[in-house]
């Protein structure tokens, strides 16, 4: 039986007078990949949040990472919001390693990661520039890059890959793939895009308008490893992408 990284159980979340989520329960096995749709404001960057330790869920719900009650931020769990947070007088490879330093990881650990991530991040030439020099998308590959030289056991992404080009977009997406898998990381991934969805998830989770809840719960069943260019051509991820954009009300 695969082991649980998290576990979700009846968990909603007010906000004042305003339902964001309501009775939500799934689980996240170890290693894998849950993809989260649904319309704006349907509550998904409040679920990653949530997961995260950063606010508590109404009383009645249970969340749970390797079987330990989420009362604040886990050393476990890694997170990359919609919106970077680099500190301006730090230049990107002291950005790049900001929580690894603040978290105790040795300098050797360290040195031996930075150079091939800021190699994914196509960040090796920008390695000594500072924030207000880069472009909106290379500072989200940075915030991108903090939380992934950790090695959380878990990492929940909300929305990293939206203000990239599509190139870049695919090119991270197959790095994160692979590193994930070579670390059996379990991640959870808000998207707006089924694209994306589709071609990362192993499972994609679709949340209802507000309050948000789990109205399907949809298996991708494609090889792994994928290849964009490669998954793309396959009936089934067409078949997919479909019955995503049929219940989504795009197609």
Partial sequence: MAESAIVLQNVSK???DVNALES???DLNRGEFIALLGPSGCGKSTLIRLIAGLYPSDPGGEIAVFGEPVTRPSRRVGVVFQTYNLLPWLNVTS???LAADTRGMSKETIAERLPPMLEMLGLEQFSERYPHELSGGMRQR????QALLMRPDVLLLDEPFGSLDALTRDQLNVEL???CQA??????LVTHSIDEAVLLADRVLMLSKRPGRIVEDIPINLPRPRDPRETRLLPAYASSVNQLGELMGVV
């Fill in 14 to 16: 007010s906000f004042g």
């Fill in 24 to 26: 939500v329960s799934f």
């Fill in 95 to 97: 950005n790049l390693r």
């Fill in 142 to 145: 940075v915030a991108l890059g």
């Fill in 177 to 179: 793939l692979r590193l």
């Fill in 183 to 188: 670390h059996d990381q379990s991640v959870l």
